[in-house]
């Protein structure tokens, strides 16, 4: 008995760190994460199974990892095994998808028809090349875990456990965010929990966290990224908080590459950190980004080594994560145009420019209104006016409030140069990375453009900022109701788009 007593102790010491580390978080931080867990459940019960983006594909990669314990193939075949093609067929999801006049089954006894319908059907003959097949494998291991928590159930029931998998991770993002906020701003409390909630309550932040995809571990990645850069500049560059870092980072990758876009700006923070530490601490901070660096690529060479010992997959798959056109199947491009065109993706073309989206305006066509909301498969919204209206009176001051906040704080934002350098070269990698298979696309000459307003969502930890900016600009006396207006301004968009959801798939 005495030879399992350290054990027990070390256990118990660990697990009395977590729960003082989590007690150690404010109340109010941990009240925004429980929000964000709600919201993510209800959007979750709201929407009709496969009524996210890419949600089939995601859930055919997850039971087949679950039921085989492999990866997706590159072998052309089937994606989805046979209970999910059936469930599909039963669902009418070909028909309802993209098509607002039309409503998934939902009563009863349509729900009865469609477990006979999927009953005793092999789940383990799917896992062929799809859309998603290319995806580094943590957050589908994450689900097959939930997949395989509920043994013998349909694979409906898997799918809403799955769902809540990611609604859980949507409450942690939130938790990050409003970790973020709180170094950034230390002496304003409110603007901690206006930002989080301005997260938590985000139409397409909640929509995401109600489905299958492995977005919604890259924005958690993202947001624990963001929070250990701010909290590294704050109070000095550690080995734990290198190994934070490294892994945050880390695990990023191996959930979709778009995690890599933000790589240049951790090794600038990196750099900038050890600069910046005092001569004595020098030596540890080199160590600490050592750490970071080691633990960072240590994961990458993990997966990639798998790829080809475990799974017989190639070493590095497509670092897009995505399928995309090959530029030779259209025309070639010159770096001026291909410049041109990353810009006019994310702001409004120079007079010089020549014009890449005649028909459109990316900035605010695809971006302003599908980050406040365009649901389903991009198949229902708001309406025009709506967006009209809350970017002149809801975007417009807070953006105000958001630069009398810097003009206020414009002593401290000189100290904090380099650290804003960062955030905004992870902002520049981002949408290098968003525009670079758009614009491949663009040559080819496809039909569809390859962006959707949910790719910057990873960067919600800086919308929470400005929101929190904004808060902070009202001054200290007007920052209470400004706060209450923001966040409650918040919940009824998000309130008014599950009504419009309810409206989509069951009026």
């Avoid at 990196?270 to 910046?276: I, Q, S």
């Avoid at 696309?441 to 919308?463: D, K, M, V």
Wanted: glycine residues 8%.
């Amino acid at each position: 008995m005495g030879a399992h007593r350290p054990c027990r102790a070390a256990g118990d010491g660990a697990l009395s760190r977590l729960r003082d580390g989590w007690r150690r978080i404010p109340r109010a931080g941990r009240a925004c994460a429980l929000i964000a867990l709600v919201n993510g459940i209800v959007w979750a019960l709201l929407i009709p199974p496969y009524h996210v983006p890419d949600e089939p594909v995601h859930v055919a990669y997850t039971q087949y990892l679950a039921e085989t314990g492999k990866l997706p193939t590159h072998d052309p075949g089937p994606e989805y095994s046979t209970e999910q093609q059936v469930q599909l067929a039963a669902l009418d999801f070909y028909a309802v998808t993209g098509n607002r006049g039309d409503k998934p089954p939902w009563s009863s006894l349509q729900q009865e028809r469609l477990e006979d319908a999927t009953d005793g059907k092999r789940r383990d003959d799917g896992g062929h090349k799809s859309v998603a097949s290319n995806n580094p494998p943590l957050y589908y291991m994450a689900e097959a875990v939930a997949y395989r928590l509920t043994p013998g159930a349909s694979l409906m029931t898997r799918l809403y456990a799955m769902r809540l998998v990611s609604a859980l991770m949507a409450a942690l993002t939130v938790l990050f965010v409003f970790l973020f906020v709180r170094e950034l701003l230390p002496a304003s409390p409110w603007a901690w929990t206006v930002g989080a909630l301005a997260v938590a309550f985000q139409p397409m932040f909640g929509f995401e966290s109600g489905g299958v995809n492995n977005d919604n571990l890259l924005y958690l990645c993202s947001a624990a990224l963001f929070f250990a850069l701010a909290r590294a500049f704050r109070r000095g560059l550690t080995v734990r908080r290198g190994a934070f870092i490294g892994l945050a980072l880390g695990a990023g990758v191996l959930t979709k590459f778009t995690m890599a876009a933000f790589a240049p700006a951790v090794g600038l923070a990196l750099l900038v950190l050890t600069w910046r530490a005092a001569p004595e601490d020098r030596r540890a901070a080199f160590r600490a980004a050592g750490v970071a660096v080691a633990l960072g690529s240590a994961l990458l060479l993990m997966y990639v080594a798998a790829n080809s010992v475990v799974w017989g997959r190639p070493l590095l798959q497509d670092a897009a994560g995505v399928s995309t056109p090959s530029p030779g199947a259209g025309r070639a491009g010159g770096l001026r145009e291909q410049l041109s065109y990353y810009w006019q993706l994310f702001l409004p073309r120079l007079p010089f420019m020549q014009d890449h989206f005649p028909h459109a305006v990316p900035l605010w066509d695809t971006w302003f209104t599908g980050f406040n909301g365009r649901f389903g498969w991009l198949d229902y919204d708001f309406g025009r006016p709506f967006y009209r209206w809350i970017g002149w009176l809801v975007y417009l001051p807070l953006l105000v409030l958001a630069g009398v906040g810097l003009y206020r704080s414009r002593a401290a934002l000189g100290r904090r140069l380099l650290e804003l350098a960062v955030y905004a070269l992870a902002v520049l990698g981002l949408v290098v990375a968003i525009a670079r298979p758009s614009y491949t696309t663009f040559l080819s000459g496809a039909a569809f453009p390859f962006f959707q307003p949910r790719y910057i969502l990873p960067l919600l930890p800086l919308f929470a900022a400005i929101v929190a900016l904004a808060v902070r600009g009202a001054g200290r006396r007007a920052a209470p109701f400004v706060g209450t207006v923001v966040v409650m301004l918040a919940l009824m968009h998000t309130l008014f788009a599950q009504l419009l959801t309810i409206t989509r798939y069951y009026a």
